[in-house]
């Protein structure tokens, strides 16, 4: 999604704004530029296509300039061209970066082409550098005139402006879409996403929404959604510099699923004691509201749905706490009945989807309480929501969600022991669980050890163009995660099915060019299972298993990958493992572009 990045400093700022971009390329974006003020005018430069190619542009006309902005975009209001890159310009005086969308820019274009403004691109950011423009036409000063632009535009934006006659500063707005000061000495920046900074501070204010911010080399100025001049804390970023480089590893992806025994841990520490989960790692007022759920609805999308759609297995069997769960796009936009005593859980790595937030924002007001299983501190939906439950997995940069995933579903597995230990849970049963996570980190290493034969299983997948991916129980989200991880980075067509489903239609599709990928865990429905992949096999599928030791045998058409053996409550969580990489070795023999995956974004703040 697009990402901005903006410095005010006595020094050049080019290699701090390519560097930036650079920084902000995993969260998917499909054209760049910066404008930067020098020699007493704007230069502009925008490229199609990957922020290298803005580098070399910036290399054959170095800009030396102290204040700039930059972007990268990706499309939503015309296609990813050069002259719909940003910064937008109205003439010379002002250019203007925006993530976000305009939802009146129609009306506004209008007006404004009536008013002479000539438009040299199809976004609806050219809007907004026009509004301002005309403002300062009609003779306000900048702040005047931005913050006239803001109060008429409708829909999410960040925004950051710069103009030749206020070459010493930059102005920058958030109103649904994130945005963060970080804070230098004698220089002072603004990004998208705190990652984009990493290089120059680790300081940073976390703007509010409605916030307003003028920020000068030695000054950040903020006023609140009234004009109210206010105090932001200014708080320092824990995370390592390390976990914005690959280190060893070829890919992000392949460093992200590695890190999961670790992260795994991370999230488990403080959280749970040798024998009994430490409900304090919700917050104060958790207690008090768990006593009171009767009702769990989870809202997320893409992987955080998957996860979510694993926590209403195990809601439902371990804590016999009705759960309903749907995907925040749909949610959002239809009336729906919420049962009293509802605990409204949203999910999500980033923190800042827009689906998902719109759809806390439209119900917050009548559910008991909102939780949040986020990865990102400081995010939109953590400051919205009332309670919280990070998933400790640092900053993940793949654009498909690897260890998100896995720490999401060991974040909800510890809410549902919350919530069943007032049904019905017995001490001993929470034990068990317990144990069974103090595994967890070295079951996950086990699994990450296959990746060798994982490899060497993939080429016999690498050619075909579709798929199936079967799995029952907990295991069938698992499957659909599985099968979500191979179309994005591999481009293969892939569905997933509860596996008692195939005889009811896609039954039809299987013959030798359909692979078949079944997760078979050594578990009370392993029996049904094995008949279905019987049908598969019958029809000449090739199949694709992933089962416990010796508990399926390999066969003509039938390869059978050997997993640890696994408590099964943690089943969902150490089969994701194989999944994710035979879908990044598949990716990796097509020669797709692993970590940005076409069309895809990381964080997708607009809907
Ligand atoms: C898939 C993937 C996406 C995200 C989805 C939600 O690999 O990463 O499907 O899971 O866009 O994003 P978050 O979790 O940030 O709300």
Known sequence: MCGIVGAVAQRAVSGILLEGLRRLEYRGYDSAGLAVFEGEQIHRLRRAGKVENLTHAEQETPLKGHSGIAHTRWATHGKPTENNAHPHMSGDDLAIVHNGIIENFEPLKHQLQQDGFVFTSDTDTEVIAHLVARAVNQGKNLQEAFLETVSQLEGAFALGVLHKDYPDQILASRKGSPLVVGIGIGENFIASDQMALLQVTDRFIYLEEGDFVQVTPDEVMIWDANLEIVDRPVKKFEHSLSAADKGEFRHFMMKEIYEQPEV????????????????????????????????????????????????????????????????????????????????????????????????????????????????????????????????????????ASTKAFTTQLVALLMLTVALARRHGLTEQQETDIVEALHKLPGLLLAAVKLDKEIEILSQDFAEKNHSLFLGRGPLYPVAMEGALKLKEISYIHAEAYAAGELKHGPLALVDKEMPVVAVAPNNALLDKLKANLQEVKARGGELFVFAGADHVKPEDGLKVEQMPDVPEILEPIVYTIPLQLLSYHVAVLKGTDVDQPRNLAKSVTVE
């Open 264 to 399: 795994v841990k991370a999230t488990l520490q403080g959280r749970i004691s040798d024998k009994h989960l430490l409900e304090q790692a919700f917050g104060s007022e958790a207690a008090s509201v768990f006593d009171q759920t009767q009702h769990v609805q989870i809202i997320a999308c893409g992987t955080s749905f998957h996860a979510g759609l694993v926590a209403k297995y195990w809601l439902e069997d371990l804590a016999g706490i009705p759960c309903s769960i749907e995907v925040a796009s749909e949610y959002r936009y239809r009336k729906h009945v919420i049962p009293a005593n509802t605990l409204f859980v949203t999910i999500s790595q980033s923190g800042e989807t827009a689906d998902t937030l719109a759809a806390l924002r439209a119900v917050k007001d009548k559910v008991l309480a909102s939780l949040t299983v986020c990865n990102v501190p400081g995010s939109s939906l953590v400051r919205e929501s009332d309670l919280c439950l990070m998933t400790n997995a640092g900053p993940e940069i793949g654009v």
